[in-house]
């Protein structure tokens, strides 16, 4: 069969989703089903709109349906923690879950992911991963030309996609850490927890007065129309940043990337981030090699009309 038709939907399909709360915008069931298509797994992926307060009825429904794995994404990234069976050192690092991998017992009586399972017995178990914290310094490097190491950064955002780039930013050893967040309390004990964990980085809650190689959005302010920018414009000028990046890839250019292009600034949109999470979690469930660049077209033909 031509790997780039989808196998037909049958009573053998299985299923992978994405869960989040708006969802319409999502480009993942376009990167995924263009890769399941092309490794010619009989699966599909889909999105789901779910609610904050009916995240564990999802996942519970998904477990018992038989779902493969899945993608979760705004609000879900911090909610998912206490709620997963198993966390891989990914998600208790970074603090988030944007991956769940179902798994059952092999003949071996070993956990092993169901979508590499020929048949499912007994219980089924949610692995929680993050793949979102090794995938934004992948493109932050790749699309910006930016090293995080000694850096100045102000990070917008401190929910589930803001924490896993914090920690992460932490660890690749930035010099200054700036985190700003709408609910300051938030910002506040990360910042606590990366000063813990990390005494070499200078962390700080509020806004730099002196210049920053790169602003970094985490917040979900631009994926509306009708958004402004996700921080205050009296207490912080773009022209103070080298580079600006939006995980936000719907639209292409949020109003920050807009502003931040008028400014003079190196922009990149989330599609660099969108692909390489998206990668890692396919082969999370497949156990097989991710074709990132038969996904990174999909995705480019699906923000930007074309590859
Ligand atoms: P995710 O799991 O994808 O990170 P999240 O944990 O809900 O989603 O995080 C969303 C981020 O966008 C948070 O930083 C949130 O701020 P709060 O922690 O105060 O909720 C931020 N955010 C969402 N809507 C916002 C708005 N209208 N103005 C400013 N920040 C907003």
């Known amino acids: 069969m031509n790997p780039q038709f ?10 992978v989703a994405v869960l989040g709360a708006p969802i319409r915008h999502s480009a ?17 992926y889909v999105a789901c709109a779910v ?9 519970e429904g998904a477990r018992h349906l038989g779902f493969v794995g899945l993608n979760l994404t705004v609000p879900h990234k911090l909610l998912a923690l206490p ?11 970074w603090g988030a879950v944007n991956t769940v991998v179902f798994e059952a017992k092999n003949a071996a009586d070993e956990w092993q992911p169901v979508g590499q399972l020929a048949e499912v017995r007994g219980p089924v178990r949610a692995h929680g ?13 790749e699309d910006l030309g930016l090293e995080p190491r000694s850096a100045r950064v102000l990070l917008l955002g401190a929910g589930g996609a803001g924490r896993a780039a ?16 709408r609910t300051v309390e938030k910002a506040e004990a990360l910042a606590a927890e990366i000063a813990e964990r ?7 809650v509020g806004y730099p007065e002196s210049e920053v190689e790169l602003v970094l959005n985490a917040t979900s302010v631009g994926l509306k129309s009708g958004d402004g920018l996700p921080f205050t414009a009296a207490n912080f000028s773009l022209k103070q940043a080298d580079c600006v990046y939006d995980m936000i890839y719907r639209p292409a250019e949020t109003p ?27 082969e999370l469930w497949t156990g097989q090699v991710a074709p990132v660049e038969v996904m990174r077209a999909a995705l480019e033909v699906e923000i930007y009309g074309q590859a």
């Not at 989808?6 to 299923?15: D, E, G, I, V, Y």
């Not at 376009?30 to 599909?44: E, K, P, S, T, Y």
């Not at 292009?261 to 979690?281: K, V």
Request: glycine share 6%; net charge neutral.
């Open 6 to 15: 989808a196998r037909p939907l049958s009573a053998t399909t299985r299923m």
């Open 166 to 181: 914090a920690l992460r930013l932490a660890d690749e050893g930035v010099e200054e850490l700036w985190l700003v967040n």
């Open 83 to 93: 709620l997963m069976d198993e966390l891989d050192a990914s998600a208790r690092l």
């Open 51 to 59: 609610v904050p307060d009916k995240l564990r009825e999802a996942l």
């Open 198 to 204: 990390f005494p070499s980085v200078d962390v700080r």
């Open 28 to 44: 993942s069931p376009a990167m995924h089903n263009a890769a399941l298509a092309q490794l010619g797994l009989d699966w599909r």
């Open 256 to 282: 920050l990337l807009q502003a931040a292009r008028a400014a003079g600034c190196r922009t990149a949109n989330g599609l660099g981030m969108l692909l390489y999470q998206g990668a890692a979690a396919l």
């Open 129 to 141: 991963y993050n793949t979102d914290a090794d995938a934004i310094i992948r493109s932050l490097r």
